[in-house]
């Protein structure tokens, strides 16, 4: 929640819109914090949201050699032309990915999760 309320002052200057579209800070935190509740309760692929631990960053990058050392595995793809690795993280190894992102503060925060079915605020 910590990142998720640091985070949430870009939605002030449009810098981070969810599904492209502007977003109040306010309006972000309710979605994490809802995304957050719903996960504790287990399925999460409802009518409530979904989120998928995994990171993705550009070829080459220093998270890349990480997860290698955590034994994850990863794969490379192309993002709007750009190499890009993609780590993908078990649901039961969420205490590894949490560790892992905040290692990488670097990394812009739409990079650390694959997110999906929230509504509109």
Known sequence: MRMAVSYAGDC??????P??????????IRRIRR??????????????????????VPAGHPAVADASALGLAHRDESYYGS????????????ADYFAFIERHRD???WRFAKVGGLRQS
């Not at 002030?12 to 819109?17: K, V």
């Not at 719903?38 to 999460?44: E, I, K, N, V």
């Not at 190499?83 to 969420?94: A, G, N, Q, S, Y």
């Open 107 to 109: 990394l812009w925060p």
């Open 12 to 17: 002030d200057g449009g810098s981070l819109q």
């Open 35 to 56: 995304l957050i509740e719903q996960s504790r309760l287990g399925d999460t692929k409802d009518q409530h949201g979904f989120w998928y631990p995994c990171v993705r």
């Open 19 to 28: 599904h492209g579209k502007h977003s109040t800070p306010e309006a972000y």
């Open 83 to 94: 190499p890009t690795t993609i780590v993908d993280f078990p649901k039961d190894r969420l």
